[in-house]
């Protein structure tokens, strides 16, 4: 099937669930230590670099905006010092770690076990779209394949599409991003 007959098959999957269950996950990249690019100074400061230091952070949503679910920050380290006198569970987030601070197979199988759980919790059955990057592939073989998980139902959004079709590249991160800077 071509790009167009994937996205239009899966508009009609859409249509066989509500649009507070149509989940949509996304990771991006966090510069977390970059100064602003503009401020409100009268003089220039020159002679620095701009720190490259970053996270990754996988937001995800429904189709209406009505939920929010926990992001999940991926850093380097297993203990930040920042996160030694505070209770994680407080700060509302998942917190994981590895050397790369991307989103692996394990970590994406986690965050599905996660969501699975949650689901069954609330009693809900929900459609999760996703692109198909190779960590996102792999976690669902690990949680055994597209029948694995009970109450999340899988969907990929067709290859090479992400830019124009995935949800959360459509102003959702971008904004995210906007109102962390």
């Not at 919790?121 to 073989?141: I, Y």
């Not at 124009?164 to 991160?173: F, H, L, N, S």
């Amino acid at each position: 099937l071509d790009n167009i007959a994937q996205m239009e098959a899966l508009r009609q999957l859409c249509k066989e669930y509500e649009l507070c269950n149509i989940l949509n996950m996304d990771e991006t990249g966090l510069n977390w230590k970059r100064t602003p690019d503009r401020t409100l100074a009268t003089q220039s400061h020159s002679g620095t670099k701009k720190s490259k230091d970053r996270i990754t952070i996988a937001l995800t949503s429904n189709a209406d905006g009505s939920e929010k679910f926990l992001a999940w920050v991926i850093g380097k380290s297993e203990n930040p010092r920042c996160f030694s006198k505070i209770k994680r569970k407080n700060l509302r987030i998942m917190y994981r770690f590895n050397n790369t601070k991307w989103m692996t197979g394990l970590i994406c199988e986690e965050y599905l076990r996660w969501l699975n759980n949650k689901m069954q919790g609330e009693g809900r059955k929900v459609l999760l779209l996703m692109d198909n990057f190779s960590g996102h592939e792999l976690a669902v073989q690990l949680v055994g394949g597209l029948q694995g998980l009970l109450h999340v139902r899988i969907a990929w959004l067709p290859r090479n599409t992400t830019s124009a079709w995935q949800p959360m590249d459509q102003g959702i991160i971008a904004s995210f991003k906007l109102q962390y800077r």
